[in-house]
């Protein structure tokens, strides 16, 4: 039984005993066991805090059903969703928010997020100002969709502050705040 076992077995116990509903009991053995892996693994003070966090990072990533290595784009990655749509499209199993269209074209529609002042955040269109806005003209929205030039691929989002406009009862158009956020996406 390694220091790292003993440390956790310790902190959960005394956990345990403090807080009756504590998600992490339900955990307790697999908990144990990285943690004895993990001194068994030799790290050292240097490395110990490094591979924690890879280490925590990657079960976090894997239990939020997301990818930890870069989507490569081949077939065996993609499945037909053409009933769901008049073209043919395919969604990437590994990344439900990637999309492969007929023509071979690849989109990744969570590119852009929108967030508003209470932390809201969707996908979709947005107006880069209020002159725009007021305009009405549709050439000047912006997607939140991102097209994917080359494979490897690893997914990064985009948030963009925005504010809301309602403009008729319950439809909602968002604008946003700072158009500087682009800077970062056009690179």
Known sequence: MTNSYKHAKMELDILFKTTDDSILKEFESEI????????QSGQSGGSAPVTASILSNAIKTLCLFETIAP?????DEW??????????????????????????????I????????????????FWIN???FKSKNPDRKVSGIGYIK?????????????TYVEVSDGTWESIMIDISQLDEVRK
């Open 71 to 75: 989507l490569t784009g081949e077939d």
């Open 79 to 108: 499945v037909c969703v053409s009933s769901f749509s008049e073209d043919v499209l395919y969604q990437n199993k590994r990344n439900s928010a990637v999309f492969k269209r007929g023509d071979g074209k690849v989109y990744y």
């Open 130 to 132: 209020n002159v725009d």
């Open 150 to 162: 080359s494979f490897p691929f690893t997914p990064k989002k985009f948030y963009i502050d925005v």
């Open 110 to 125: 969570d590119a852009i997020l929108k967030i508003d002042r209470s932390g809201s955040c969707w996908s979709g269109d």
């Open 32 to 39: 144990l066991s990285i943690c004895e892996k993990f001194g």
